[in-house]
């Protein structure tokens, strides 16, 4: 398997992202085009519509010797127009690169018709959340996603990786394969350890589990850790913001800071024997160090973890 680097929280400009990563024995990276991200390595706009920029851009990266792994548009497409606007832009994109892997999330529809605020359902009561489910699932995300299927297709995109994260329609390997048993196999998963910790989940029985089906489509390589003075008493769903990560039930951290490198290297073995032999997308967003000194942190385990010296 490859070492990339989802850049988004590389806080550099961009050919200084580009000679980090190429320091840092970094095989691929994943771009950011907006949406959720920031974007600090791509103007979408501009490289969708300027041939000599685009071109520019990419050339930069490719000879430093880089792959694009995978461009990545995470939002939410299914309440917000603009951010639907953003994922057709990136589709566009990704043709004119030869982009075959998209990285996003599923969306999260509002509870009913007229209504403007996105929904997650987590328990099945109040006997009202089967009627949200029901609208959610069957009048607006399979049409929605159904359409977007096509759309990637005709871009030539082959892989759709969804990020199983929280407040998302899709959120772990059995909300992921229902929506794929609707679609299509264009839809698989971008499996990333962090938000299935929080959730209560095992990251290693996901990856078999989606495996099973071929729908491992991406890795992040992300963790986080239960915090036991506030997780004990309270349990893990923690609505406090991430930057008070000093009172919170769970926080992002630094690979390694959560799960030590011998989890890692079960969770990548059974990966690989669950079917998927691509990149490790290291995504770093433990805010109690810096960017580069937690990306520098993680990348030391995940290089011990996947036998990269």
Same mark, same amino acid.
């Given at each position: 398997?490859?070492l990339?680097?989802?850049?988004?929280?590389?806080?550099?400009?961009?050919?200084q992202?580009?000679?980090?990563?190429?320091?840092?024995?970094?095989?691929?990276?994943?771009?950011?085009?907006?949406?959720?991200?920031?974007?600090?390595?791509c103007?979408?706009?501009?490289l969708?519509?300027?041939?000599?920029?685009?071109?520019?851009?990419?050339d930069a990266?490719r000879?430093?010797?880089?792959?694009?792994?995978?461009?990545n548009?995470?939002?939410?497409?299914?309440?917000? =127009?603009?951010?639907?606007d953003?994922? %057709?832009?990136?589709?566009?994109? +990704?043709?004119?690169? /030869? &982009?075959? #892997? $998209?990285?996003?999330?599923?969306?999260l529809?509002?509870?009913?018709?007229?209504?403007?605020?996105p929904?997650?359902?987590?328990?099945?009561w109040?006997p009202?959340?089967?009627?949200?489910?029901?609208?959610?699932w069957? =009048?607006?995300?399979?049409?929605?996603? %159904?359409?977007?299927v096509?759309? +990637?297709a005709?871009c /030539? &995109?082959? #892989? $759709?990786?969804?990020?199983?994260?929280g407040?998302?329609?899709v959120?772990?390997?059995?909300?992921c394969?229902r929506l794929?048993?609707a679609?299509?196999?264009m839809?698989?998963m971008?499996?990333?350890?962090?938000?299935?910790?929080?959730?209560?989940?095992d990251?290693?029985?996901?990856?078999?589990?989606?495996?099973?089906? /071929?729908?491992?489509?991406h890795v992040h390589?992300?963790?986080?850790?239960?915090?036991?003075?506030?997780?004990q008493?309270n349990?893990?769903?923690?609505t406090?913001p991430?930057?008070?990560?000093?009172?919170?039930?769970?926080?992002?951290?630094?690979v390694?800071?959560?799960h030590?490198?011998?989890?890692?290297?079960e969770?990548?073995?059974?990966?690989?024997?669950?079917?998927?032999?691509?990149?490790?997308?290291?995504?770093?967003?433990?805010?109690?160090?810096?960017?580069l000194?937690?990306?520098?942190?993680?990348?030391?385990?995940?290089?011990?973890?996947?036998?990269i010296?």
């Open positions: 398997m490859k990339a680097i989802k850049t988004c929280t590389l806080d550099m400009p961009y050919e992202m580009l000679d980090f990563c190429v320091e840092q024995r970094i095989a691929a990276i994943e771009i950011g085009t907006g949406n959720w991200s920031g974007a600090p390595h103007d979408l706009d501009l969708v519509s300027d041939r000599t920029a685009r071109e520019q851009w990419y990266m000879a430093r010797g880089l792959e694009l792994c995978a461009l548009c995470s939002g939410n497409p299914l309440a917000y =127009e603009q951010e639907m953003v994922t %057709k832009k990136t589709f566009a994109l +990704a043709q004119m690169l /030869g &982009v075959k #892997k $998209i990285v996003m999330m599923s969306g529809p509002a509870g009913c018709k007229g209504d403007k605020t929904v997650w359902i987590t328990t099945s109040p009202e959340t089967q009627e949200i489910l029901a609208y959610q069957d =009048e607006v995300a399979i049409p929605a996603w %159904k359409e977007i096509k759309m +990637a005709d /030539g &995109v082959e #892989k $759709i990786a969804l990020e199983n994260h407040m998302q329609l959120y772990n390997p059995e909300t394969l794929r048993e679609v299509g196999p839809v698989g971008n499996l990333d350890p962090s938000h299935l910790f929080w959730m209560g989940g990251p290693i029985e996901a990856a078999r589990v989606l495996g099973e089906h /071929g729908a491992i489509y390589g992300k963790d986080s850790r239960p915090e036991r003075r506030y997780w008493p349990g893990m769903l923690d406090k991430i930057d008070a990560f000093a009172k919170r039930a769970w926080n992002y951290v630094a390694g800071a959560g030590d490198a011998k989890w890692w290297k969770f990548f073995s059974v990966v690989r024997m669950s079917g998927y032999d691509d990149e490790i997308s290291l995504e770093m967003e433990d805010l109690t160090m810096s960017m000194d937690g990306h520098l942190a993680s990348l030391h385990v995940l290089r011990e973890a996947l036998n010296v």
